[in-house]
C-alpha cells in the first residue's frame, strides 16, 4: 500500500463579536452556560443540547449516550458573572485548537457581552468562512434566553 501525502497548511480564525443585552449580568451568565449546555439550538431550531461542567476544569461536551459523544474543550476560566473561558477543539474534528472567551460587562440597566473566538490549526475554508455565522446564532440565542427571563 502506497503513502499519500497531503500539503495542509495553519490557518488561523478570529471572531469578535459584541452584543448589548437587556438582563442583568448574572442573568446573562447564566443564559451562557444553559445555550452552551442543555438549551443549545441549532440555526434551523433543531435542539443540540451539550453538558457544561461550570467550574475550572470542567468538561463542555455532546452526550450521544451509551457512551458515545464529542468533547468540544474544558473551562479554562470561570468568574461568575463576568468571564468564562474554554479551550479545545470545539467542532472542529481535525488538528486544530480553539480558546474563546464570554466578558460581560453592566452597561447602565443591562449587560454588554463580548465573544471572542480564536483558533489555529488545518482548519478548512469552509469552517473558516462558517464559523462567524454559528457564533452569531448562538449569541442572538443568549440574548434571547436572557431577555426572557429578565422579563419574568
Do not use: N
Not at 443564559?31 to 443549545?40: A, F, I, R, Y
Not at 474544558?74 to 485548537?97: D, N, R
Not at 480564536?118 to 436572557?146: C, M, N, S, Y
Amino acid at each position: 500500500m502506497g503513502a499519500v501525502e497531503i500539503e495542509e497548511g495553519i490557518h488561523a480564525v478570529r471572531v469578535e463579536r459584541e452584543l448589548e443585552i437587556a438582563a442583568s449580568a448574572e442573568v446573562v451568565f447564566q443564559s451562557v452556560l444553559d445555550e452552551l449546555g442543555p438549551e443549545g439550538e441549532m440555526p434551523d431550531g433543531t435542539p443540540f443540547p451539550m453538558v457544561l461542567e461550570p467550574h475550572v476544569g470542567g468538561r463542555w461536551y455532546r452526550d450521544l449516550g451509551d457512551g458515545a459523544g464529542h468533547f468540544w474543550g474544558c473551562v479554562q476560566v470561570i468568574k461568575p458573572p463576568t468571564l468564562l473561558e474554554l479551550c479545545g477543539p470545539m467542532f472542529m474534528s481535525y488538528p486544530a485548537v480553539s480558546h474563546v472567551q464570554y466578558r460581560l460587562t453592566a452597561s447602565g440597566s443591562g449587560t454588554t457581552l463580548r465573544l471572542t473566538h480564536r483558533a489555529f490549526g488545518q482548519i478548512p475554508a469552509d469552517h473558516r468562512e462558517g464559523v462567524h455565522a454559528g457564533w452569531d446564532h448562538g449569541l442572538q440565542r443568549v440574548k434571547t434566553i436572557a431577555e426572557r427571563k429578565a422579563s419574568r
